[in-house]
């Protein structure tokens, strides 16, 4: 189970009658907890190394949110005047989603109570946006952003872990430099949605990191079946997040960017089982 935080809280929406009152940011949109599974098969060569692989993923954040007035309702910027549907509106609504996936392949060698790693990551981020405007008058027209992040490369981490007969507990980290090749894709319409104001793909690259801690306690179920509870923190830097890529400009470069330099932390609690043959 994590929870994921982030840095984005521009104005989405403003009341044109108490201009420029906001009256959503994006401090409204908020994720809350999400489960997804994480699951690692190692392979000992050996008494002091071996190889492991881990995946996880959580596919269903969701986030909402909507304002409703009377007439009154813009986006920020220029974009508002150069458009029918997102100026002095009825009802805006909101809906951000973000789903991650994490493969890792990775080499160890213990020392004592100390295992070293080093390997290969690659890390999916992916989100979409759609900020959706209603009038009486024009109907409904939608603003879509979509983005995906691609990270590869190497990491490097450790592991310190001590087991008694009954009870054993670890304490781990990670941290990579890696390449993230990412894109956006926005669509922009107007009219009812039968206008096409925007409609492009834009890719990018820049110089990502991700830092993992990893913290674990353990009780000895049967024989070689133990059960496992701990804690995680997940950071991750210079990447594209949906709303990011908001351009609230009316010109002839809107939109023809990627914002990568943002940064998510995750953090969450998580329980399973481990067994050992």
């Known amino acids: 189970m994590l929870d994921r935080t982030q840095r984005f809280s521009d104005p989405l929406v403003i009341d ?7 009256v959503l940011t994006g401090d409204d949109l908020e994720f809350g907890w999400e489960g ?20 996880f993923g959580t596919h269903d954040w969701r986030s909402f949110a909507s304002a409703t007035g009377d007439n009154n309702l813009s986006v920020p910027g220029d974009l508002a005047l150069g458009t029918f549907d997102f100026f002095a509106v009825d009802t ?11 493969f890792e392949l990775s080499l160890f ?10 390997g290969f990551r690659y890390f999916e981020l992916n989100e979409d946006f759609r900020l959706a405007a209603f009038d009486e008058d024009t109907f409904l027209s939608d603003y879509l952003i979509a983005t995906e992040n691609r990270l590869y490369g190497a990491q490097i981490g450790a592991l310190y872990a001590r087991e008694a007969c009954l009870w054993g507990y670890s304490i781990g980290g ?8 990412n894109e956006q894709s926005t669509l922009l319409r107007d009219l009812n949605n039968t206008l096409v104001l925007r409609d492009l793909t834009v890719e990018d690259s820049a110089t990502a990191f991700i830092g993992e801690v990893n913290i674990n306690g353990k009780l000895r179920l049967h024989g070689n079946l133990w059960l496992i509870a701990g804690y995680n923190l997940l950071w991750v830097e210079n990447v594209a997040l949906a709303p990011n890529q908001l351009d609230f400009s ?24 481990e067994a050992r043959w």
């Open 174 to 181: 990670k941290a990579g430099i890696y390449s993230n090749e």
């Open 16 to 22: 044109e009658n108490n201009f420029p009152a906001a």
């Open 109 to 118: 060698r213990r020392y004592d109570s100390c295992r070293l790693f080093a």
């Open 36 to 55: 997804g599974p994480r699951l690692t098969l190692g392979r000992n060569f050996g008494c002091d190394h071996g190889v492991e692989a881990v995946y």
């Open 92 to 102: 805006i609504d909101i809906a951000y989603g973000s789903e991650i996936d994490s």
């Open 250 to 273: 009316d010109d002839l470069d809107s939109s023809t960017f990627v914002s990568n330099d943002a940064g998510v932390f995750y953090h969450g609690a998580n329980a399973g089982v």
